[in-house]
């Protein structure tokens, strides 16, 4: 799907249609931090997903405009979606998570994290109460309808890996692209899918209702390790490699307010977190569940921004036990990050 996903567009591109590629990214949310600094659009993969924070957080906090840069945030349910705008052009940068880079150097394609923000993917898969005494693992999964943010997503490489590594034929379970948030909420409360793979606030939003339990967790190092076999760096800032290699001074830049976004969140607290947020970020799940929310997963967040040595080949061991834009193909991860940026950053 991935690749389907990824072809499209460039054939958009080829017909000098770049611009419908990014014609989701228009009818989304954006956020600009204004002045007169350089001008630089970066699309999320949803931006009030607390596993994206840094990105808004850098811009509530000043730091891009002290750093002379005029960042535009793009709103995009998936970061999918996203990363096929970047391919296409319409944007510079991609917050979402770092195998992207692994699955699209399998398609011929090359792009690179810049700094690495989660350690951890911080996600959980919920399902609805009605199923409890039928879905108690993964093993259930086989001819159930499985919620993602959307086929070719980091949530869609997670569930199929999840389901294959508990006996589960990947083809034998239903994935369905809900996005996040309230279209996740409505999807599992109207029975439409039976469990759903999503992050914070969601997570506390639906928890609160007590219409969906947890059924995995992988918001902590152990429990993702348990999951996966390792450290899994989720998000990150990741560009083309072409981008980078042409503007790194514009990629420090960037890389400067991402390492100080990342030392705040260090030393605060969520209700400190949340006063900084805009207030639709926390609607569906208060302001306090909000706070509490970030102070129960602060782990998930990289203190420094250096991708873990260990997390790369993780990512790799997920996306090539199914995908088959990965498995069996000669994949460099040393050419899917750098950590030059971060080591350099003031």
């Known amino acids: 799907m991935l690749k389907k996903k990824w072809l499209a567009v460039l054939a958009a591109s080829a017909l000098g249609l770049a611009g419908c590629a990014s014609t989701a990214s228009q009818n989304s949310g954006t956020s600009s931090s204004g002045g007169t600094g350089t001008p630089v659009?970066?699309?999320?993969?949803?931006?009030?997903?607390?596993?994206?924070?840094?990105?808004?957080?850098?811009?509530?906090?000043?730091?891009?405009q002290q750093q002379g840069l005029n960042v535009t945030l793009q709103d995009e349910g998936a970061g999918v979606d996203a990363t096929t705008n970047m391919v296409a052009g319409a944007v510079q940068g991609v917050g979402g998570f770092y195998d992207h880079t692994i699955a699209m150097q399998g398609l011929g394609q090359s792009m690179e994290s810049v700094v690495s923000m989660l350690t951890t993917p911080g996600e959980v898969e919920l399902c609805r109460d009605e199923v409890k005494d039928r879905i108690h693992s993964p093993a259930d999964w086989a001819g159930k309808n499985l919620g993602v943010t959307d086929l070719g997503s980091s949530t869609d490489f997670l569930t199929q890996y999840l389901a294959q590594?508990?006996?589960?034929?990947?083809?034998?379970?239903?994935?369905v692209g809900v996005q996040s948030g309230n279209t996740l909420i409505g999807a599992l409360q109207h029975g439409n899918v039976d469990c759903a793979m999503t992050t914070e606030p969601t997570v506390s939003t639906l928890l609160a209702t007590g219409s969906a339990y947890v059924l995995l967790d992988m918001r902590t190092a152990a429990a993702t390790t348990q999951q996966l076999g390792g450290e899994y760096p989720a998000t990150s800032l990741y560009m083309m490699t072409s981008y980078v290699d042409s503007h790194p001074d514009v990629v420090q830049k960037l890389?400067?307010?991402?390492?100080?976004?990342?030392?705040?969140?260090?030393?605060?607290t969520g209700a400190q977190v949340a006063d900084q947020m805009p207030a639709d970020y926390y609607a569906g799940s208060g302001k306090d569940a909000y706070a509490k929310a970030f102070d129960s997963e602060k782990g998930i967040y990289n203190p420094t921004g250096i991708m873990p040595p260990s997390g790369p080949p993780t990512d790799l061991a997920v996306l090539q036990a199914f995908n088959p834009d990965v498995k069996g193909k000669s994949i460099d991860v040393s050419k899917t990050y750098t950590d030059k940026f971060v080591q350099a950053a003031k």
């Open 255 to 268: 890389v400067n307010a991402y390492v100080a976004t990342l030392k705040w969140i260090q030393t605060h």
């Open 165 to 175: 590594k508990n006996g589960v034929d990947p083809a034998k379970i239903h994935r």
């Open 41 to 64: 659009s970066i699309m999320v993969g949803g931006l009030n997903k607390q596993i994206y924070l840094p990105f808004m957080l850098a811009q509530r906090l000043g730091y891009y």
